[in-house]
């Protein structure tokens, strides 16, 4: 049988007296489309940090590619890939140079990052953009950009941490077709959104509301249970039945 991409068995984060993540349990299969979906403040960039090794949890269990995140952080870094809210590339460099510089740091040779650009490059067609600086692109380009960076280097597990905020739908649209072909792939994705309508892209989500998390299943299942059209209804549901 094989193991899961991720588990975790009560996992929580405080700061002080508040708790941000509350006893959260859950697994993730290899290669699923996982959505983390809540409202802004609910937990959710904070469950992550604490997957990616960049955040302790203050009690609770959770391996990540087969590793613990409390004792073998590095060796889940290397397996990894990751996107934050604010689309991890520098603006003062140009294209090319963002992609040799990320190809570096996740480790690649000198011929690996040479054949990763011009492969990203002409994936993207952005060919004529590679000696632009970032700050010079529009959102949407920097947006699949970032993500073609975050598996530059083949990861097994890519953490996806709001990515289509603040673009039009149609960016989003392109954005999730990326998300597609390397499910497709075998890697696991999993993703935080606040955007309901993006949990009817997701093999299974959960739903958290003030840190604990309220729901777990597949789209279509939680709108039958909770008997309703979208998923949007189902968070409403959930968000008004919150103690």
Request: hydrophobic letters at 40%; charged letters at 20%.
């Amino acid at each position: 049988m094989t193991q899961p991409a991720i588990t975790t068995h009560a996992l929580t984060r405080r700061f002080g007296d508040f708790i941000a993540t509350n006893a959260i349990t859950f697994e993730v299969a290899q290669g699923e489309i996982f959505g983390f979906l809540g409202a802004n403040g609910a937990g959710k960039t904070t469950a992550m940090r604490m997957l990616c090794g960049l955040l302790k949890p203050s009690s609770g269990e959770a391996r990540v590619a087969g590793f613990d995140i409390y004792t073998q952080t590095e060796k889940i870094k290397q397996r990894i890939g990751y996107m934050s809210q604010k689309f991890s590339l520098y603006e003062d460099l140009t294209v090319k140079e963002n992609i040799r510089f990320y190809g570096g740091i996740y480790g690649l040779s000198h011929r690996q990052i040479r054949e990763k650009t011009g492969a990203l490059l002409g994936k993207l067609d952005m060919e004529k953009e590679a000696n632009m600086l970032v700050s010079a692109l529009p959102l949407g380009w920097k947006q699949k950009l970032s993500f073609s960076i975050a598996v530059i280097h083949d990861p097994s597990i890519v953490f996806l941490d709001e990515p289509t905020g603040g673009v039009d739908p149609i960016t989003r649209r392109q954005f999730w077709d990326l998300i597609y072909e390397s499910a497709d792939k075998g890697v696991t994705i999993f993703v935080t959104t606040h955007y309901m309508d993006e949990a009817e892209y997701c093999n299974r989500i959960s739903i958290m509301v003030d840190g604990k998390i309220r729901a777990l299943d597949t789209p279509s299942a939680l709108k039958q249970q909770f008997g309703a059209a979208t998923m949007n209804d189902v968070f409403l549901q959930l968000a008004r039945a919150k103690s």
